[in-house]
T-cell receptor, first 111, second 112 residues
Framework: GAVVSQHPSWVICKSGTSVKIECRSL??????MFWYRQFPKQSLMLMAT?????????EQGVEKDKFLINHASLTLSTLTVTSAHPEDSSFYIC???????FGQGTRLTVV | SQQGEEDPQALSIQEGENATMNCSYK?????LQWYRQNSGRGLVHLIL?????REKHSGRLRVTLDTSKKSSSLLITASRAADTASYFC????????????FGQGTRLTINP
């Protein structure tokens, strides 16, 4: 079946630095990918939809300049957390439009 | 905003017992899905039920959907310690959109 691979699975970074998270569809092409965020013991909240060949669509309340999303190709979408702060520490997870397929998630810790 | 409300928020049962989790939603849907998430891990898709279906089975899982009440339930029969996880329902946003709105989840603990 279709597989979505997310990298890295965890990352620790210093405040003020940027972190890039990659999401790849391994055996299918995806013109869109969805990015979710999950705080500890909470549910997943959709952050944005990346679109191949056009700008990402952000959900209300999500800072576009802070969470840069790039759909570089039909198999790769990236989320860059810029100027990270401790409150950005969270679990970030991507999914393909085929709703059954989620990446493994990335646990970001900002210190 | 989160559409799904799940109850209970936490459930602890003995191995071998059945576990039932409920999910309610607010708007019309095309389908509803259930996912499992082990602590700190990604999501595993369990089952999808379409709006025109009332019940669906997959192994030890049984999902029901009542669109008149805007609710769904997930039943896990003969629970095992390995079923310990958080379970989330998720609904699509409608109009062919494939982004999902997740419920708050139920943390299920199976005691050996």
């Amino acid at each position: 079946g279709a597989v979505v691979s997310q990298h890295p699975s965890w990352v620790i970074c210093k405040s003020g630095t940027s972190v890039k998270i990659e999401c790849r569809s391994l055996d299918f092409q995806a013109t869109t990918m969805f990015w979710y965020r999950q705080f500890p013991k909470q549910s997943l909240m959709l952050m944005a939809t990346s679109n191949e060949g056009s700008k990402a669509t952000y959900e209300q309340g999500v800072e576009k300049d802070k969470f840069l999303i790039n759909h570089a190709s039909l198999t790769l979408s990236t989320l860059t957390v810029t100027s990270a702060h401790p409150e950005d520490s969270s679990f970030y997870i991507c999914s393909a439009p085929r709703q059954a397929f989620f990446g493994q998630g990335t646990r970001l810790t900002v210190v | 905003s989160q559409q799904g409300e799940e109850d209970p928020q936490a459930l602890s049962i003995q191995e071998g017992e059945n576990a039932t989790m409920n999910c309610s939603y607010k708007t019309s849907i095309n389908n509803l899905q259930w996912y499992r998430q082990n602590s700190g891990r990604g999501l595993v898709h369990l089952i999808l039920i379409r709006s025109n279906e009332r019940e669906k089975h997959s192994g030890r899982l049984r999902v029901t959907l009542d669109t008149s009440k805007k609710s769904s339930s997930l039943l896990i029969t003969a629970s095992r310690a390995a079923d310990t996880a958080s379970y989330f329902c998720a609904t699509d946003a409608g109009r062919g959109a494939q982004k999902l709105v997740f419920g708050q989840g139920t943390r299920l603990t199976i005691n050996p």
